[in-house]
């Protein structure tokens, strides 16, 4: 027994109620929403237009423990909501988290799990309001992100983008891609590998989007042609990107010489098209509006295959990230 | 090829925009939400109070596909957060669905799922209005549900039980358990075995028990005193039960005998008070209010150590399910 006191207690040890306390941080201060955590559900106050989304973190197939912490893991199912919400020209608010864990995790590793959720709700400018706990054979971070429109905005759909909009980008591009490379070559330390571990979102540009009348908004989570080309299709037109205009991060180049590839630019050019995860905002911003800092102009609306996507004029199919079949 | 043309295609071959559509259903008649289904996240309209609560259902943890349905786990995912919504003394409105499977699962088994989560959402008055999916070595199915309370209504907390308040329950404690009981015998088939694959929620209760001015309420998922006790805790307060007043299904008696159990009182009583997975709606009332229809009185608070419960005067440990340790 007394070799065992010297661990950490683990989640079958603690019981549901001490893992909630720290991962919902009563203490903490309120959302001033009527009910909050610790109730069956909460009870957020008025509002004119509500946005919500939510999504998975599955251990496996989104993370490996050996190549991440729990903090990261924390920050990025957060962040990874967070996008979304501000992808519809809102920023988030409110976070709601769902947590399954195998019974031996322990209640140091749910301690840093929380720290992440919450750091990373407090820099989106969010409070976690709700979280649930179930035990499993893997971990599985689930998060529901909200945000609010105030009264008459108009969220920014994926459909609404007209041939003669510019096509502009928030951040570069194939960061987390490459990240994910180093890592797996061993190489686990490096602003690529972390911008893999959690995205480092865009707060605020999605509101300014908006503010700037942007015709449609969407984040690059499976990759820019493929996310791009999606946007296009909802809304029946064609793209042309301009290559020299894509922001190119110098890392990406490093990281190709790091890892000794024969062909470092087909792999940066993949990196920057077909990367996924990187979580910038694609928008579309009609003829007379301002563009907002941030966002970088990489090519134009026009008629045409509805979903269709040019480099330079040349057709380009996207690669990218489908979440049943994984990397086309 | 012309061997596999003849089973149904898998997730991995149908790819996620073709399980997405019929996760989705867009062609189904839409919610009037600003933004529903294929966007970044969906957009709800104006709330005075927006109710909302987040859980996942785990293959090997809450369900195994060899014991129920697809069309089940999907009923089941969506009726087990509506409960949470129903427990505010709010209606589900809509439902938002992240569902993480392996990429064998047959479009076949994705369909059925989807049958299962759309018609309970319409049993309980809801809309689907998003969906993610993600792969995975196990099934899960993560539920967002989301309901609204009208302009100045009090939601119903869990904290509100006052000395005087009768304590009164929907439905008849025990079925799933028992149901689970059967299954792991080998008796597949029956009443009880599908109250625990799908839950029989009190549809309407919730905010029948908020217009009778109920002062707390809570959804029994854990068992009837560990709930009850942790309604009292909360409270402040002790509960004093009545045994006599229990609502006992007579079908328990038959599952006991079928079960060929030595003690069958002693497992009923059991299945009754700490048994799982019912979503009863558990309620107290205060002096002066009518318990409305479809709840029945079980006993009453009183001051006392808070989270006590007495049976006919005696006190009684809650046992029941806790989610990170399994069953006490």
Redesign the interface.
């Known amino acids: 027994m007394s070799a065992a006191s010297d661990r950490p207690p683990t ?6 109620a ?2 909630l306390e720290v991962l919902s941080r009563p203490g903490q201060a309120g959302s001033g929403d ?2 909050g955590n ?19 973190l ?1 251990e ?3 993370f490996r423990l050996d190549l991440t912490t729990w903090r990261d893991i924390g920050r990025r199912a957060v962040a990874q909501n967070v ?3 501000l ?2 020209g809102a920023d988030c608010s ?1 976070v ?3 947590l ?1 864990v195998p ?1 031996r995790t322990t209640m140091d590793q749910i301690g840093e799990l929380a720290e992440g959720i919450h750091g990373e709700a407090a820099r989106s400018g969010a409070v976690v ?2 979280g ?7 971990v ?1 971070v ?1 998060v ?3 945000g609010t ?1 105030p ?1 008459g905005a108009r ?1 920014l ?3 609404g983008a007209a041939p003669g909009d510019r096509v502009a980008l928030t951040g570069a591009p194939g960061r987390s891609a490459a990240g994910l490379a180093l890592l797996l070559a061993g190489h686990h330390d490096g602003t690529l590998q972390q911008a893999h571990r959690v995205p480092e979102l865009p707060i605020g540009s999605g509101k300014a989007a908006r503010l700037a009348g942007a015709s449609a ?3 690059v989570s499976d990759g820019l042609l493929r996310d791009l080309s999606g946007m296009a299709r ?1 809304s029946g037109v064609a793209v042309d990107l301009v290559v020299e205009a894509l922001p190119v991060d110098p890392r990406l180049g490093e990281a190709a010489a790091a890892l000794g590839l024969r062909d470092p630019e087909a792999q940066i050019v993949d990196w920057i098209l077909d990367g996924g995860e990187d979580h910038g905002l694609l928008g579309t911003f009609p003829p007379g509006t301002t563009v907002p800092p941030g966002f970088t102009v990489i090519g134009t609306i026009r008629e045409g295959d509805p979903g269709a996507v040019f480099l330079d004029g040349r057709p380009r199919t996207p690669g990218g990230w ?5 990397a086309n």
């Open positions: 989640v079958a040890e603690a019981g549901e001490a893992v009527p009910v610790g109730d069956d559900a909460a009870v957020l106050g008025p509002a004119a237009a509500t946005v919500v989304t939510t999504d998975m599955v496996g197939t989104h996008s979304d919400v992808a519809m409110r709601l988290v769902a399954a019974g309001v709700g649930d706990l179930t035990s499993a054979t893997l599985v689930g529901t992100a909200m429109l009264d969220p759909r994926i459909d908004l969407t984040d909802a489908d979440s049943a079949r994984g």
